[in-house]
């Protein structure tokens, strides 16, 4: 017995442990997963990018640092014999500079000064590879060298299909625990009901009682034929009257068992759920960015859709203060967690519209089968 | 009534039509049909629900296929023609529509943004010829009028820049706009696709929550139509009966779709001076995996940018094949994945009994009892039965002792001859 009773106790620690793992690998495994991916991403973009931007910077620098000496080299030697002079080599020297800014901002300039502002910076490489893998794509920034765009192809290859795993598994889980949350609403509301119809049926029990209490006083005075008649109308009465209310119970019931069985959420308390979360994002960005309303709602939904078309874009989050690094922080769980809950209404509602179609369907069905 | 079971023997095979069309949306390129197609998880309990959702997928494609193959027999003798124009009725109401909302978005979008843009312009312009005007009149001037006039020019630029408007778009005449019908098709189906390169954006206020309300219906429709278009496809390679292997479907499915990347990058780097293959190659995976940075877009004639929405819609319809048949073959791989690490598990519990038993004998006799259980029960959660039933109360009986040691030899013979 003692042996058996071993064997059954490692056995269900084996499958506890086992469940265990799988859970780990599921869920929180597969959320570290995405953010280690970010993560690794930050760092190789950064790595790859940093420098050819801060050689583009000196590039600019240089050559802008080259022309003042060259224009003022100019006013001072030229000046006292010919203004015309001083005009041509003047302006060659600016078309020179304009043709090195232009060659420049092709190759990823974006006038932020050598050594004090930098786009490829670690938060500005993690937003970069979130939008990757997201397929949001903003643009605002992009990979600009050979290497940065092939490990960008790459990336995002290897990128994208782990985030579409992430998001179906967290829109899965948030699928059933809004679903459940919906089902606990519907018995508490019945509940509800049932209490209320009770203590109406006791309401009506007390009356029964005193009017039953009445007819026996008033049959002590009067005669038999009287009290037989009175005593059974009132106790009629009080039957129907508690069959009544037992009825109405019943159907209570039955309807929450019905409601329950099907398990649906209603399309409107889905949609209700999106616009509210893009309603609290809309908010967010509006105090931190100063956008307006519409500007900030039309960033959500346009980031939400993956669309992204990169003309607004959280600019204050993408420096090295520590408030940027909170606000890139919250930013980022924003995104990750407004694309799940879409997922997860989309899932929601195509239920809704699948049980639609099949309903419709089998009506067409039973009307034809009426037919033939 | 024959007419009438006739008409409604057609609405109930579109009707029935239309649940797989909607579960096709997990089979698009986009965030939401990825979701579903790629739900499934190692996990045990998601392997049960998995198995029965693959069931239950399978289980609805034959019933379409019967259904299909029914309205074929009866059609057959009547009118071919009849029944194939019924048969891809659906995709092409489908293609028309996302065709026509795509153009009817396109319209609107035109009316909206090209008056805005003609108001920025003239109100802009306005001002640039008084500021000239004003610059001109008064000749001597103080060091501090000039910085200030030079100050109010530029935020005035810096304003018209950052509503859309370019300092050199002052220099001619302002006829032709950025919102021509072609553009804002082009626009349309970056939109629907969620590509949204970024180059051409709503400025209006009319603009953007067109915007988002076009977007809201516009995606689901293009996401179903793109579906469908995908079943279609892997329909006729299912039809060829010598691809029956996965394995071989998934191959080709993929070396067509890299194939059509490189070729389209081949066909861009001909045709835009300014890109190299990288950059090409570069633009196409950006655009088929739906990011759309936008820093490289196509810019130039109108057939050149109807090619490149067709470029956009084939590229896209691929896509979603390719991640199909991938993630059909990656699901059953994750399920073998399970199974192994369950046999993983099984052999570690082996190994920590093993201890238990010090004779070899007992040892094999125990995994082959194992083994015996698992193959009867069917890897059921019930304790297995290694040995036979012994009484609580055993002991107490003394006159079985003798008994119960031979029954014991006998199984241990059994067992071993099996």
Request: hydrophobic residues 50%.
């Given at each position: 017995m003692g042996r058996r009773h071993r064997r059954s106790k490692v056995t269900r620690v084996v499958n506890l442990v086992k469940k265990i793992i799988?859970?780990?690998?599921?869920?929180?495994?597969?959320?570290?997963?995405?953010?280690?991916?970010?993560?690794?991403?930050?760092?190789?973009?950064?790595a790859v990018e940093g420098p050819h931007e801060a050689e583009i910077q000196e590039l600019v620098k240089s050559a802008r640092e080259k022309a003042v000496d060259v224009v003022w080299n100019a006013t001072f030697r030229v000046n006292r014999l010919d203004s015309k002079q001083w005009k041509k080599t003047v302006l060659d020297e600016v078309k020179r500079f304009k043709t090195v800014c232009m060659l420049s901002i092709r190759k990823g300039y974006d006038g932020k000064e050598y050594g004090k502002q930098a786009q490829w910076t670690f938060t500005g490489a993690f937003l970069y590879s979130l939008t990757v893998i997201t397929t949001i794509g903003y643009g605002n920034t992009a990979a600009k060298t050979y290497i940065g765009k092939t490990l960008t192809m790459l990336y995002a290859i290897i990128g994208i299909p782990l985030m579409l795993l992430f998001l179906t598994n967290i829109g899965d889980v948030m699928a059933k625990i809004f679903r459940f949350l919906y089902a606990q609403s519907i018995r508490l509301k019945f509940r509800l009901i049932l209490w209320h119809k009770k203590r109406k049926a006791a309401k009506i029990r007390r009356a029964n009682s005193l009017v039953s209490r009445l007819t026996r006083g008033h049959r002590v005075k009067a005669d038999s034929s009287v009290d037989s008649f009175g005593l059974g109308a009132g106790a009629d009465v009080e039957d129907l009257l508690t069959?009544?209310?037992?009825?109405?119970?019943?159907?209570?019931?039955?309807?929450?068992a019905a409601q329950l069985e099907s398990m649906t959420v209603p399309i409107s308390l889905v949609v209700f759920t999106m616009l509210g979360y893009l309603g609290v994002g809309t908010t967010i960005f509006k105090v931190w960015e100063g956008w307006t309303f519409?500007?900030?709602?039309?960033?959500?939904?346009?980031?939400?859709?993956?669309?992204?078309?990169?003309?607004?874009?959280?600019?204050?989050?993408?420096?090295?203060?520590?408030?940027?690094?909170?606000?890139?922080?919250?930013?980022?769980?924003?995104?990750l967690f407004g694309m799940a809950l879409l997922a997860m209404c989309f899932n929601l509602a195509q239920e809704e519209v699948q049980n639609k179609t099949r309903w419709i369907a089998d009506k067409f069905r039973s009307k034809e089968d009426d037919d033939d | 009534m024959h007419p009438r079971g006739k008409f409604l023997a057609g609405h109930l095979s579109a009707f029935c039509i239309t649940p797989t069309t909607t579960a096709l949306i997990s089979r698009n390129h986009s965030d939401w049909a990825h979701l579903q197609l790629l739900r499934r998880t190692p996990s045990s309990d998601a392997g049960n629900m998995n198995?029965?959702?693959?069931?239950?997928?399978?289980?609805?494609?034959?019933?379409?296929?019967?259904?299909?193959?029914?309205?074929?027999?009866?059609?057959?003798?009547k009118q071919g023609f009849l029944a194939n124009l019924r048969l891809a009725l659906f995709?092409?109401?489908?293609?028309?529509a996302t065709v026509a909302y795509i153009i009817a978005g396109a319209y609107l979008f035109t009316k909206i943004e090209h008056q805005a843009e003609l108001d920025r312009y003239q109100s802009y312009h306005t001002i640039y010829r008084n500021f000239i005007n004003n610059l001109y009149q008064s000749s001597n001037r103080s060091v501090a009028d000039v910085e200030n006039l030079i100050d109010t020019f530029t935020s005035i630029n810096f304003r018209a820049f950052k509503e859309g408007l370019k300092p050199t778009d002052f220099l001619v005449p302002q006829e032709t706009s950025r919102w021509s019908m072609i553009s804002a098709i082009f626009f349309t189906t970056t939109v629907l696709t969620s590509i949204g390169y970024g180059n051409l954006i709503p400025i209006s206020t009319g603009g953007k929550i067109f915007c988002v309300g076009y977007a809201i219906f516009g995606i689901p429709l293009t996401l179903v139509t793109i579906a469908d278009l995908a079943k279609f496809v892997a329909d006729m390679l299912?039809?060829?009966?010598?691809?029956?292997?996965?394995?071989?479907?998934?191959?080709?499915?993929?070396?067509?779709?890299?194939?059509?990347?490189?070729?389209?990058?081949?066909?861009?780097?001909i045709l835009e001076p300014m890109w190299s293959f990288l950059d090409s190659f570069y633009f196409c995976l950006v655009s088929?995996?739906?990011?759309?940075?936008?820093?490289?877009?196509?810019?130039?004639?109108?057939?050149?940018m109807l090619c490149s929405i067709?470029?956009?819609?084939?590229?896209?319809?691929?896509?979603?094949?390719?991640?199909?048949?991938?993630?059909?073959?990656?699901?059953?791989?994750?399920?073998?994945?399970?199974?192994?690490?369950?046999?993983?598990?099984?052999?570690?519990?082996?190994?920590v009994r093993k201890s238990e038993f010090v004779a070899k004998g007992a040892v094999s006799l125990s995994a082959a009892a194992r083994v015996a259980g698992r193959r009867l029960d069917g890897q059921q959660p019930h304790q297995p039965r290694w040995f036979a039933y012994v009484p609580k109360d055993a002991l107490t009986i003394p006159y079985i002792d003798e008994s119960a040691n031979v029954s014991s030899r006998t199984t241990t013979t059994t067992h071993t001859s099996i």
């Open positions: 799988a859970f780990f690998f599921s869920h929180i495994g597969l959320c570290a997963l995405v953010v280690g991916y970010a993560l690794l991403g930050a760092v190789i973009f950064k069959a009544r209310v037992e009825m109405e119970q019943l159907e209570v019931r039955e309807t929450a519409l500007e900030s709602f039309y960033f959500c939904f346009i980031s939400l859709t993956t669309i992204g078309f990169g003309d607004k874009f959280p600019s204050t989050s993408v420096s090295n203060t520590d408030e940027a690094q909170e606000k890139l922080v919250i930013t980022s769980i924003y995104l | 198995q029965i959702h693959f069931g239950t997928a399978s289980a609805r494609r034959r019933n379409a296929m019967i259904l299909e193959n029914n309205s074929g027999d009866e059609d057959a003798p995709h092409l109401v489908l293609i028309f299912i039809m060829d009966p010598t691809e029956d292997p996965k394995t071989g479907r998934q191959l080709l499915v993929l070396v067509f779709l890299l194939g059509y990347m490189t070729i389209s990058a081949c066909v861009y780097t088929l995996l739906t990011v759309g940075f936008g820093d490289l877009h196509p810019v130039g004639t109108v057939e050149y067709v470029f956009i819609f084939i590229g896209l319809i691929l896509t979603t094949l390719a991640v199909d048949v991938s993630g059909s073959v990656g699901i059953a791989k994750m399920h073998s994945i399970g199974r192994g690490f369950d046999a993983m598990k099984m052999l570690n519990a082996l190994r």
